[in-house]
């Protein structure tokens, strides 16, 4: 019954000419007329198909992949047929068996649409299929293959699309887009999508996106979008996006945002934002914004914002908020939030809840407020709030203070200095 009524849209589709031709045959039945046909004529059959696929033409070369499907299903056809047709391409050493540039193709075909095989591509302009070769390309740059690419040693084109597999490399020179695997590398002269897998590196000149792992490395000289994890280092001369893992270190020359996890260091030249982990640090040359933890320390030339852990030391070179834990020291000339520290906590306006065993100090004319337990509250400047300590000192009180030796300068000359509590209100 399906064969009936493929046969049937086969002979419904076919050209008034093909029509004429099929009633001179001695059966009436659309299904005998295609099988007489296809018995006999081998050519004809194919143009049968044609003429019926001529009606949708406008619409399947709009498709991606009509070139790839029509080359590899002439390519099957021809071979499950007992006659073919040969030619060789001019201009080009190559074998054909097909219809003009569909079928299979044995050599440097130029433009082929199907199967391919050739053992060194060069000068090659288009392939749709399944491109195989052996060597290495030469002078290939204007190439477009789409589909399935595989190279002993690595397949090389302009542009590649689909699936590529190389012995040793993947590279293009202009884009990759699809998925990608090489034994050592996988390199792209513009832009690289998809995803990538490479024994050792994978690279871009312009921007990185999908899912990409590298052996040792991962590096482009633009954004890199998406997941990328690398045995030692991560490195984008643009913007980070996404979740982003290495040994060693991942850097950004810009921004990096997402989920950043660095065995040693992690660092961007402008703003860092999300979820970043770093064995040893992590640093931004503008802010930090999210969670963020260094196994020594963390770092902002400007602003850090969220929640920020360091096994030493956390600081900024502006205004350090949120929820703040340093194995030793804490400072940014502003801290808001709730600040914890081994040793010491170091500002200039200090807000919020601040726990330290040593030192907590406001330097020269600035502010403190609300909570602070201390081994020293040192406040060169206006303490509003409450300050627990072995020994607090304020230039301004405006609040109490409650430790074994209290002074506010403020007060007067008797009530200045008073053991276990101080006060004074404005």
């Known amino acids: 019954m399906i064969f009936e009524k493929f046969a049937e849209r086969i002979y419904c589709g076919c050209g008034n000419r093909w029509k004429r031709w099929l009633n001179n045959c001695h059966s009436n039945q659309p299904v005998l ?196 994890l690398a045995g030692l280092g991560t490195g984008a001369q643009g913007n980070i996006y996404g979740l982003t893992a290495a040994l060693i270190g991942v850097g950004s020359g810009k921004s990096i945002s997402g989920i950043t996890m660095a065995g040693v260091g992690a660092g961007a030249s402008e703003n860092i934002k999300g979820l970043t982990i770093a064995g040893i640090g992590a640093g931004a040359g503008r802010n930090i914004v999210g969670i963020t933890a260094g196994g020594i320390g963390a770092g902002a030339g400007r602003n850090i914002t969220g929640i920020t852990i360091g096994g030493v030391g956390v600081g900024c070179g502006g205004e350090l908020r949120g929820l703040t834990i340093a194995g030793v020291g804490v400072g940014a000339p502003v801290i808001e939030g709730v600040t914890i520290a081994g040793a010491v906590v170091n500002g200039k306006n200090i807000q919020g809840l601040t726990v330290t065993l040593g030192m907590m100090k406001v330097s020269d004319k600035g502010t403190f407020g609300g909570l602070s337990f201390a081994g020293c509250n040192w406040i060169k400047g206006k303490q509003s709030g409450l300050t627990v300590g072995l020994f607090n000192y304020s230039w301004l009180l405006d609040g109490v203070q409650i430790g074994l030796i209290n002074y506010a300068r403020n007060n007067p000359k008797f009530m200045r200095w008073l053991p276990f509590i101080n006060w004074h209100f404005d």
């Open 33 to 228: 007329k295609v099988v007489i046909l296809v018995e006999n004529i081998f050519r004809v059959k194919v143009l049968i198909i044609f003429s019926y696929i001529k009606q949708f033409k406008k619409v399947l070369v709009m498709m991606p992949g009509f070139k790839v499907l029509t080359g590899l299903g002439l390519a099957i056809i021809f071979l499950l047929q007992p006659g073919y047709i040969l030619a060789g391409e001019s201009g080009s050493s190559s074998l054909n068996i097909g219809i003009g540039n569909y079928g299979i193709s044995l050599g440097n075909s130029q433009r082929f649409n199907g199967i391919r095989m050739n053992f060194s591509d060069h000068s090659v302009e288009e392939v749709n299929g399944i491109n195989i070769t052996i060597w290495r390309a030469r002078n290939n740059s204007q190439a477009t293959i789409r589909g399935i690419s595989v190279g002993v040693i690595a397949p090389q084109a302009g542009r590649l699309s689909g699936f590529m597999l190389g012995g040793i490399a993947v590279g293009a020179d202009k884009c990759i887009a699809g998925i990608s695997v090489a034994g050592i590398a996988i390199g792209s002269g513009d832009d690289l999508r998809g995803i990538q897998v490479a024994g050792l590196a994978v690279g871009s000149k312009n921007s990185l996106s999908g899912i990409t792992f590298g052996g040792i490395g991962i590096g482009t000289g633009g954004n890199l979008t998406g997941i990328g």
